[in-house]
């Protein structure tokens, strides 16, 4: 390079080295090349050289009806322009209504909400008020599981990548999950009865003092890999839970707001009602904001012991977006056309895996798909470098994707709900020449 004379730096550049100097390493960041993102459209977002992808990654499961759907848009500035912030002490209409939304909308007797910033924030709020309303302080969790970054988020997550800082937090304990094509315990669904099942009732009997503060679970399995449990797990869970004295927490981060397909809350397919029930990403479409419901009588656990506040937890601008963000999904009745979607979408991906063993697993329901990958079907080693490779592959046609997994090999397929069936066939034909390209190389 020419003595004095500048480098030449795309944005790209600029921002990656920016982000290597400013931010901490720890940040995880897809692709070997880092991907800037610039601005996003519906189904699409484009980076900051101007390329398109066609996202089924949905920020995380968050984007619910699209990037910046022009009446969520609308309702964020209208607000904006009246009242950006306001805590807690001061009621507003916007807390109030969506409340009351959610409480329409929640399975069973759950009515009165408390809202906070994250999933994480979400989660905690509800093991705290488990504890309060049973006197009880154990809580059992599952194995694979992922409840938060807090101290406590992570003592209930069972996946050791997340875990990091030897956080544990005493008094939480950890169940054998529904992993069916994994089984723990060598066993065939539906043959073995749901055995995972009564690995609950064993861990409360050897493990804790017998009586318990709560359960808590994802109806799936999120950053565990969408790790789906057979029909019939969740009633025999519950009845268990409930015999020892405990709530059932049920952790609707990933899989509500019609995620899972014709129902709003993924637990509902279950045919079981939570006593609490969190809730975050697809809530407001990318605005920060989490909610933790429950019953009248269980919310007046809290009553009297003590002072507890969340300074974001009520804010206006959030709450417009939730509100118009749910008006959108109920107009255009988006659970009921994630389920055919779903459909689709998971019906492809099963033709794709017969064409090619490294698809090992594909699970799911709804638009929160799961496809593990492995070199071997009979031993079912994952194949984490293959995930890399399709990886980069898929992005390369324009496609985004995630993944997860305790073992890094299973890819997470979850488009924001609006997405139509052009753009599963879309998605598809790119999967197909991915997968192809992946299965040469091993």
Not at 371 to 381: A, D, G, Q
């Amino acid at each position: 390079m020419t003595p004095g004379k500048k480098r030449k730096m795309t944005k790209t550049t600029e921002i990656l080295e920016k982000q290597k100097k400013y931010l901490w390493s720890n940040h995880i960041l897809y692709y070997t090349e880092p991907l800037p993102l610039e601005r996003g459209e519906g189904m699409t977002v484009w980076d900051v050289e101007g390329k398109p992808y066609l996202d089924f990654f949905g920020g995380i499961l968050t984007t619910s009806v699209g990037h910046n759907h022009p009446e969520v848009v609308e309702a964020a500035q209208e607000q904006t322009a009246k009242l950006i912030h306001s805590s807690t002490l001061y009621p507003h209409e916007n807390h109030v209504n969506l409340a009351e939304k959610l409480a329409e909308i929640a399975p069973g007797d759950l009515q009165v909400s408390y809202f906070t910033p994250s999933g994480t924030d979400a989660d905690e709020t509800a093991v705290l008020l488990a504890k309060m309303a049973t006197g009880q302080q154990e809580i059992v969790a599952l194995r694979h599981g992922y409840s938060g970054r807090s101290a406590v988020g992570m003592s209930l997550t069972a996946h050791s990548p997340w875990r990091i800082g030897g956080t544990q937090v005493l008094g939480i304990k950890h169940a054998l999950n529904p992993y069916c094509y994994r089984c723990p315990l060598k066993m065939t669904y539906p043959s073995c009865d749901v055995a995972c099942a009564q690995d609950v009732e064993d861990v409360i009997r050897t493990t804790t003092s017998g009586r318990i503060a709560a359960f808590i679970a994802e109806p799936i399995q999120g950053v565990g890999g969408f790790i789906t449990p057979p029909p019939g797990y969740f009633k025999i869970v519950t009845e268990i839970v409930r015999q020892y004295g405990g709530l059932f927490i049920c952790d609707e981060v990933q899989t509500g707001f019609g995620r899972t397909g014709d129902k709003w809350f993924g637990i509902e397919h279950w045919d079981v009602e939570p006593d609490i029930m969190t809730m975050a990403k697809g809530i407001a479409n990318g605005f920060p904001l989490a909610n933790t419901i429950t019953t009248a009588e269980i919310a007046e656990g809290m009553a009297g012991k003590g002072l507890t506040i969340s300074t974001f937890g009520g804010n206006p601008v959030s709450m417009a977006a939730s509100l118009a963000t749910i008006d959108v999904m109920e107009k255009e009745n988006l659970p009921e056309h994630v389920a055919v979607v779903g459909k689709q979408l998971i019906d492809g991906l099963k033709k794709l895996q017969e064409k090619y063993p490294v698809i090992g697993d594909v699970r799911g329901k709804g638009l929160m798909v799961g496809i593990e990958m492995v070199t071997n079907r009979e031993t079912k080693e994952p194949a984490g470098t293959a995930v890399n490779h399709l990886f980069e592959e898929t992005r390369q046609m324009g496609l985004l994707i995630g993944k997860g997994g305790l073992y890094g090999n299973v890819i997470r397929v979850a488009p924001p709900l609006v997405a139509t069936k052009e753009d599963v066939d879309k998605a598809l034909e790119i999967f197909d020449i991915a997968f192809a390209r992946v299965q040469e190389e091993m």
